[in-house]
């Protein structure tokens, strides 16, 4: 994933399908991926960027934090994490999410990201 | 489904109601739900700045909901400023928070004791201490309170100087430049000394068919990200509208005196204004477009200033129709709106106005504390808008609307507002294209661009076209009357439908006829909601939406003879492709018969009581 915060308008389409597509709900608070206002109309995006180091992944005591190799992302495997969160401040980009009763983190749909399909400012890509 | 607040202000309590499915059957939600609520509560003896006033806050049935522009949130009253239906909307990002925060209409009753803001999050609205906000704009009151509950995701709504200061024409703001605009929201809001609305919200919104509703909203993300208008829209937004009516000769010139103006206009050119001043594009809750420009002014007295905006009302309402071609000085006075809560509709209308009474000496510098009102002055557009706020010169007079100050300043004044129901027309000037000019004179809330204006006049759709989108066809030249009153008709159903799912009109059929439809808000109402209406039902629900609002203006006094357009709509146009234009009267009178034959009201425009009983609505309201 590239992000190009600068772009972002902050339409939130991104967090809708995601919150839509994994959750089966209509509830930003817990996308895998965040728009943050840093001021009026400016926003930071905060999503997995694949980090061939990736911190989190190694902290993890359970080894739920995994790669996928199939998609080149992480995932966190539900049955194996035991909610101990050391992985979310880990994350050099602040991109791992406390969930609701889980932890959080951009999957890359097992696929294709869902949310660059509908960024049209293109401030999120996917190669 | 969704939850109704009754807000007393001064007992500072809260009741709360679920809003059935048959309430959400009739009604849907946002302006529609509002105006149903709104008929019931207020009359004709109700004092639009008087506590009895009822402020009804109303997000539409997809608000907040994933999908392609669900942004909008309507606030319906009594205006201040025309004693009528009062009603606007705004997108941004407030209408989703109030139903993430556990509510989706705000009835708002009373006049609190002392200055406060309400604070809704967690499905609990509380009352809050805003003494603290008096000397503040808009936008600081918006960071201030984010900074005092320490949450940068809050989002607020609120009104300004003007609104606190009574002004009747106040508007309310969210964000840099969001704003439910038109007919005085502001100055309610003022009048119960209720000064800002926070909201924050966590809670999932209820999906009756999650998946469903991903595969739509991918669907219509497609389509209209594909479609032919949406380019355009995603760079010049309605500034586009600008350079249309120039070119083709239907802009509004010195107040309504020409349809076409040499006054150095060529700056006025959207892409003068992408080129000088543009920084970014800006969006709502929702949608792709980005139809909103972020600009800074690089040089000169206003070096510096940054906001979001204009939007083409004010381009054209300070521009062609106040003889003013300096972007820096509109841009001044858009973000001096903005910033103090005040409706560009009404003070571009206005300044116009006093300019040409000074321009016939109807007025002096004796009644404007010594401000000159030349055409195009600079210092007049920006010290009038001051004069407003701070309620002195011809500002005292105008605060109050344009009504009371024409009867204060008298000498015939009110001859020169070109207005529908008390509500000023826009910048531009619709009597060539018909099914617009009879869209101005029925709009519900006055003369509006966005309840009823056949948009797609202006596109000369070809009749097959026409039929395929509306069901019958629409004759392709703007200037025939034959087949208009359907044009008007279909335009005031997708607009209520609109309004009352909360999408934004932008992205619907009613700009391009490419975008989202009645068959697209079928889709989208029956993934949320588990309900798959007909076509029919759509527009039968659009019809008693408008209808209702047509009873509430019918209990006030209104009629056919209020259902005219301006005066001078009956001489031809001077200039332009298209001089010689005029409305012919007999011709618009006949139209407006066939329009309200469609709608089965009476010659005098007056709903007949079958009509009524097929809408649900022959019962008198209970008050």
């Known amino acids: ?127 | 489904m969704g939850r109704i607040a009754y807000v007393d202000l001064a007992s500072e309590t809260v009741r709360i109601e679920e809003i059935s499915n048959e309430l959400r059957r009739l009604f849907l939600g946002g302006r529609g739900i509002n105006t149903h609520l709104l008929y019931q509560m207020v009359g004709e003896e109700t004092d639009p700045l008087g506590p009895e006033n009822v402020l009804v806050v109303g997000a539409g049935l997809l608000t907040g909901v994933a999908g392609i522009a669900n942004s909008r949130i309507s606030f319906s009253a009594k205006s201040p400023e025309t004693g009528l239906l009062g009603d606007s909307a705004m997108g941004g990002f407030f209408g989703g928070q109030l139903r993430y925060a556990g509510f989706d209409h705000l009835v708002i009753q009373g006049r609190a004791k002392k200055p406060i803001y309400l604070w809704i999050h967690d499905g609990r609205i509380e009352f809050k201490d805003a003494t603290h906000l008096s000397q503040l704009d808009t936008l600081q009151i918006q960071e201030r309170i984010r900074e005092d509950l320490k949450d940068p995701k809050i989002q607020v709504a609120c009104i300004g100087p003007a609104g606190r200061n009574g002004v009747r024409f106040a508007c309310i703001i969210h964000g840099l430049s969001h704003a439910a605009g038109r007919t005085g929201m502001g100055g309610v809001m003022g009048s119960k000394n209720l000064w800002a609305i926070a909201a924050r919200g966590k809670t999932a919104l209820p999906i009756h068919d999650p998946e469903k509703l991903l595969h739509v909203f991918q669907r219509h993300y497609q389509q209209v990200t594909r479609t032919k208008g949406f380019l355009a829209s995603s760079i010049y937004g309605t500034m586009i509208r600008l350079n249309n009516t120039r070119t083709q000769g239907y802009e509004g010139g010195l107040n309504h005196q020409f349809n076409m103006m040499e006054y150095g206009g060529e700056e006025l050119d959207a892409e003068v204004f992408i080129d000088k001043f543009e920084t970014k594009k800006a969006t709502c809750f929702g949608c792709p477009t980005a139809c909103k420009h972020m600009f800074r002014v690089p040089r000169g007295i206003y070096q510096g200033m940054e906001c979001e905006g204009p939007e083409y009302y004010g381009c054209g309402g300070w521009g062609s129709q106040c003889g003013c071609s300096s972007w820096e000085t509109i841009l001044e006075a858009w973000n001096l709106c903005a910033k103090y809560g005040l409706d560009v509709g009404s003070m571009t209308a206005y300044t116009a106005w006093v300019m040409e009474l000074y321009e016939k000496g109807i007025i002096t510098e004796k009644d404007t504390d010594g401000l000159s009102l030349e055409w195009g002055s600079a210092e007049a557009i920006i010290g009038l808008i001051q004069q407003v706020i701070e309620k002195r010169g011809i500002g005292k007079l105008l605060a109050q609307g344009w009504i009371e100050a024409a009867k204060a300043i008298g000498r015939n004044s009110e001859r020169y507002m070109d207005h529908v129901k008390g509500l000023s027309i826009e910048c531009d000037d619709v009597r060539g294209h018909r099914a617009q000019a009879l869209g101005l004179a029925t709009a519900t809330r006055g003369a509006c661009h966005l309840r009823s204006r056949y948009t797609l006049e202006e596109f000369f759709l070809p009749e097959e076209a026409t039929k395929k989108l509306t069901g019958k066809p629409i004759p392709q030249d703007a200037a025939v009357y034959d087949g208009k009153e359907w044009a008007c008709y279909w335009t005031e159903c997708i607009c209520s439908i609109a309004d009352a799912l909360g999408v934004c009109k932008f992205m619907t059929k009613w700009l391009s006829v490419g975008l989202l439809g009645f068959e697209e808000f079928i889709e989208s109402i029956e993934a949320v909601t588990g309900v798959k209406l007909s076509l029919e039902e759509m527009i039968e629900i659009g019809e008693r939406i408008y209808t209702t609002e047509r009873l509430f203006l019918t209990r006030e006094g209104i009629t056919r003879k209020d259902d005219i357009v301006p005066e001078k709509f009956y001489k031809p146009w001077t200039h332009g492709p298209k001089a010689g234009t005029r409305i012919e009267a007999e011709s618009f009178e006949k139209l407006l018969d066939r329009y309200y034959e469609l709608h089965g009201w009476d010659r005098n425009g007056i709903p007949k009581p079958e009509s009524l009983k097929k809408l649900g609505l022959e019962k008198e309201p209970r008050l």
Not at chain 1, 19 to 35: A, G, W
Not at chain 1, 80 to 86: A, K, P, T
Not at chain 1, 89 to 94: A, G, I, K, L, M
Request: hydrophobic share 30%.
């Open chain 1, 1 to 127: 994933m590239k992000i190009a915060s600068e772009k972002c308008t902050g339409c939130r389409l991104c967090e809708s399908v995601c919150s839509l597509f994994h959750d089966k709900k209509m509830d930003l608070t817990f996308s895998r991926i965040q728009i943050d206002p840093s001021s009026e109309n400016h926003y930071r995006v905060r999503v997995c960027l694949q980090c061939e180091d990736c911190p989190p992944s190694e902290v993890c005591p359970t080894g739920a934090f995994q790669w996928n190799k199939a998609t080149g992302g992480v995932k966190i495997l539900e049955e194996e994490c035991n909610l101990c969160g050391l992985c979310i401040p880990e994350c050099p980009y602040s991109s791992v999410f406390e969930g609701d009763g889980s932890v959080l983190v951009c999957d890359l749909c097992d696929d294709r990201p869902k949310c660059v399909e509908v960024c049209q400012k293109q401030a999120i890509q996917f190669a």
